[in-house]
C-alpha cells in the first residue's frame, strides 16, 4: 500500500485548505482511511477516519466542524477539507490506511505534508 499526501502550504488563520491523499498497491474495500497530524513538541494526534465501503466518518473532537473527511473511490484518493484554519493546526499531517479488521493500529503511512497557520 502507497499513500501519497500533498496540499499543504503556509495559509492565514481563517483560510481553508483541501489535503488530498492518493491511495495505490490494493483495493480498499473493507479498509479505513484516516489522517493524523503531528505538531512541533506534541504526540501524534487522530482527526478523522472514514470507511472506504460506506463512507462512514468518526471525527476528533478538536476538528469536529471544521474539518470533514471524504473519499473518491473513482481516484483512490481521500481527502481532508480543513476550514476556519487557527495556528493551532500547525503541523504535519498524515494520511493513513487500514484494513476495518485491524482495531489499534494503523499499519500504513504517507510521508505527511506541513500545514502551517499564521495569525
Known amino acids: 500500500v502507497q499513500l501519497q499526501a500533498s496540499g499543504g502550504g503556509l495559509v492565514q488563520a481563517g483560510d481553508s485548505l483541501r489535503l488530498p491523499c492518493a491511495a495505490s498497491?490494493?483495493?480498499?474495500?473493507?479498509?479505513?482511511m484516516g489522517w493524523f497530524r503531528r505538531a512541533p513538541g506534541k504526540d501524534q494526534e487522530f482527526l478523522a477516519r472514514?470507511?472506504?465501503?460506506?463512507?462512514?466518518?468518526l471525527y476528533a473532537d478538536p476538528v469536529k466542524g471544521r474539518f470533514t473527511i471524504s473519499r473518491d473511490a473513482t481516484k483512490n484518493s481521500v481527502y481532508l477539507q480543513m476550514n476556519n484554519l487557527k495556528p493551532e493546526d500547525t503541523a504535519v499531517y498524515y494520511c493513513a490506511a487500514r484494513s476495518t479488521a485491524r482495531t489499534i493500529d494503523w499499519p500504513h503511512w504517507g510521508q505527511g505534508t506541513q500545514v502551517t497557520v499564521s495569525s
Open positions: 472514514i470507511t472506504w465501503n460506506l463512507g462512514s466518518t
Open positions: 498497491g490494493r483495493t480498499f474495500t473493507n479498509w479505513e
